[in-house]
């Protein structure tokens, strides 16, 4: 699995060309943890507001 793609320029300098969106379901889980998880900690273990 390539994390980034590149290719070479005329001038024969390796140039990004960008990234994988192979990995991005990685990213949306973990996003959607944290949300899930940052939640359920201010529902049970956060201190109460006045």
């Given at each position: 699995m390539e994390l980034f793609r590149t290719?070479?320029?005329v001038y024969g300098q390796e140039t990004l060309e960008g990234m994988?969106?192979?990995l991005i379901w990685v990213f949306v889980a973990v996003g959607a943890a944290f949300i899930v998880l940052h939640a359920a900690y201010r529902l049970f273990l956060a201190p109460k507001r006045k």
């Open positions: 290719s070479r320029n994988s969106w192979e």
